[in-house]
């Protein structure tokens, strides 16, 4: 995000904090591309991915005026989509229902955007990586890697230090470089 | 070298990623302030129904803490008097006599009223009085008589005392005096 986007970014957190409602959809919009890629990557399955878009902007600019900082608000919405993620993971239901999922989740692709065979092809093969790594290591990665969040944001989202995210991350690389390339 | 080795291999994969378009949901906007809004109602409806049920309830509150404050205000009899009128007054002693502690009454009366006597002169005119009591005779009361001069609720304070003067119990007595009653 360039300096100019932080500032739009901000101040549109401000207008919508004094209830604008045009500010609102500004902030979906500066916003939606990167958390729609990440929601996709994190949950491999393009409905839910969709679902936890759209339910954590519901909580996020529901409950604005609760953020202190506006300049965190892109780290806060991505908290609720790391949130909601987990307790969808850590639904007992939702984990019967995984393995039925996979075989389907290509058949459900949302609302109907269509890639590139080779884009579809790369970006198929990194779900299907990413969905062999733990939930929570592949939060890590998504947030460091893939949204290029400091080290600081990454351990306050996951609300762990930051000595524990630099330890894991290592780690975490090692493995998905691995099965990537297997 | 090998960490920094995965650290590149993973951020050249993540760069390629980034670039792709993945696409954004053509109805997630309208979607999120659909549901907005949906929550704004509702909390409104809400703030609404619980001004209602407050105004109700402390509507309700007030006439419940009215009656209260009326019922233990109680006047004996519950006296709707005249102004420009004399009215007789009965004060029970009850169990007070029996238990042979009421040897004097002390009646004070508020302003604007007095007592009246045709017989005793020197009380009429009289704020307060203190009255014996007959331990011989069978009353169970003792009557007394006043006027107002003014309208409005008026207590009149009654005070039980013993041989040694020291009040046992008092009541007060709330007569409500009105013009043309």
Not at chain 1, 7 to 34: F, I, N, W
Not at chain 2, 108 to 134: E, I, K, M, W
Request: proline share 3%; aromatic share 8%.
């Amino acid at each position: 995000m360039s300096s100019k986007d932080v500032l739009d970014l901000e101040s549109q957190v401000r207008r919508a904090q004094k209830g604008d409602p045009q500010a609102l959809s500004q902030l979906l919009r500066l916003t939606q591309v990167r958390m729609s890629r990440f929601c996709l990557y994190l949950c491999h399955d393009p409905q839910l991915a969709q679902d936890i878009a759209q339910d954590s902007y519901v909580r996020a600019l529901g409950d604005l005026r609760k953020l202190k900082d506006p300049t965190k608000f892109v780290s806060w919405l991505f908290k609720i989509a790391k949130n909601l993620f987990l307790d969808h993971v850590k639904s007992p239901r939702n984990a019967r229902n995984e393995a039925l999922e996979d075989s389907q989740s290509e058949a459900r692709k949302g609302d109907g955007f269509q890639q590139s065979s080779s884009d579809a092809e790369f970006s198929l093969h990194l779900k299907d990586t990413l969905k062999r790594l733990e939930p929570e290591d592949r939060l890590l990665l998504l947030l460091i890697d893939l949204e290029e969040r400091t080290y600081f944001e990454a351990a306050e989202i996951l609300g762990i230090s930051e000595a524990n995210v630099r330890f894991r991350l290592h780690h975490i690389r090692k493995e998905f470089i691995n099965k990537y390339e297997d | 070298m090998e960490t920094s080795n995965f650290e590149n291999k993973t951020q050249q994969i993540f760069a390629v990623a980034r670039a792709q378009d993945t696409g954004v949901s053509p109805f997630l906007e309208t979607r999120v302030l659909a549901h907005l809004r949906e929550k704004e109602a509702t909390r409104s409806r809400r703030t609404l129904a619980l001004w209602r049920g407050f105004s109700v309830c402390s509507g309700a509150l007030s006439l419940l803490l009215i009656s209260w404050i009326a019922v233990h205000r109680a006047p004996e009899g519950g006296l709707l008097a005249p102004v420009d009128r004399a009215v007789v007054v009965r004060v029970e002693l009850g169990d007070l006599k029996a238990l042979g502690r009421v040897a004097r009454i002390r009646i004070d009366l508020p302003s604007g009223v007095s007592f009246y006597s045709q017989n005793h002169q020197q009380l009429s005119g009289a704020s307060s009085v203190l009255l014996a009591v007959d331990t011989n005779k069978n009353s169970t009361y003792i009557p007394f008589a006043v006027l107002a001069k003014q309208a409005g609720s008026k207590p009149i304070l009654v005070r039980f005392l013993d041989e040694q003067s020291t009040v046992v119990a008092e009541r007060i007595l709330d007569i409500r005096f009105k013009e043309g009653a």
